[in-house]
């Protein structure tokens, strides 16, 4: 509500409900969204002061970060570099590790959307928890590949040390390179991201990663090996036997179906294995995806499928 607010203009009303919550925690966090909204409309001053404001080191440093993503998404990237700085500045000054290692991620994020992809690799490294800097690592080879610096996203992409992480940078590279017209470079990535996905533990880890590498796969125009690896994800994912993981499995794979074009198989996931908000997140990413390559007859077919079959009306 508070975020809204912020970004319909009323600022005084949004910082007004963030300061009616009488826990800190949770104030602190509606801030930071208040500060976010400010910045995702261009209100650069309002979003830094909402966000410095802020007692608490790690939600101000993660709102700073939030702001910094949004600014840096909206094309203001000297504000976007700058209020990072300060982000990274505040986060080095929290004492747990864990909350300190995901705020550098985050800070990392940033960066990486800014297009500072130097710096943001600096501060992935700086993070000492494995899982963090992994993911951290995860974000600057994804920005490098995307601002066309191939061989330092590739250098990146394999200093990960987990397996579903750089199986997941290397696909992004490969779908990188097939949208830049590289199709050699593309395939031979994208090969190297498929065997590491094969190489995975069949856990839901190993799933996500699968997904990735298809829906990489499929941009880079390989798509009979898409849909292999999609298959494949979908018979593990199927196995497991925790039902929310087996779930959130589903999900990834109907996603990566879709983008190797079974749009039915991708239908009937959807209808037959998913429930509550993991089901309408599929849902909604085939709709999209089926209008964004702009097949009006399919959309309006998928569409129908899910509305008629489920019988329900999708909402956001």
Not at 148 to 170: C, D, F, K, M, T
Request: glycine share 6%; proline share 1%.
């Amino acid at each position: 509500m508070a975020g809204v607010l912020a970004g319909a203009g009323w600022v005084s009303e949004a910082e007004r409900v963030a300061g009616s919550f009488t826990d800190d925690s949770w104030r602190a966090v509606v801030l930071a969204q208040v500060a976010e909204a400010l910045a995702g409309v261009g209100r650069v001053a309002e979003a830094e002061r909402v966000a410095g404001a802020i007692p608490d080191n790690y939600w101000r440093a993660q709102a700073l970060a939030r702001v910094s993503a949004a600014l840096a998404g909206a094309g203001r990237v000297a504000a976007a570099r700058r209020v990072a700085a300060e982000a990274e500045r505040v986060a080095g000054s929290i004492t747990n590790d864990s909350s300190r290692a995901l705020t550098l991620a985050k800070v990392t994020e940033a960066l990486a959307g800014a297009g500072r992809a130097s710096e943001a690799e600096r501060v992935a490294w700086s993070i000492t928890d494995d899982s963090w800097r992994a993911q951290a690592l995860a974000q600057v080879a994804d920005a490098l590949a995307a601002a066309g610096r191939v061989p330092e996203a590739e250098r990146v992409a394999r200093s990960i040390p987990y397996n579903y992480l750089r199986a997941q940078a290397l696909a992004q590279l490969a779908g990188a390179l097939a949208g830049a017209g590289h199709a050699g470079e593309a395939e031979r990535v994208a090969a190297e991201a498929e065997r590491l996905a094969r190489s995975i533990s069949h856990d839901f880890s190993g799933v996500r990663a699968s997904a990735q590498v298809s829906k990489a796969l499929a941009a880079a125009g390989r798509i009979s090996e898409a849909q292999r690896v999609a298959a494949e994800a979908e018979r593990v994912a199927e196995s497991l036997t925790d039902v929310h993981s087996r779930v959130q499995a589903l999900a990834q794979v109907a996603e990566a179906l879709a983008a190797a074009g079974r749009i039915s198989e991708a239908v009937n996931i959807c209808v037959d294995n998913l429930h509550g908000p993991a089901w309408r997140f599929a849902a909604y990413e085939l709709i999209e995806m089926t209008r964004t390559q702009q097949i009006e007859a399919e959309w309006l077919w998928v569409f129908a499928q899910l509305h008629s079959r489920r019988q329900v009306v999708l909402r956001r």
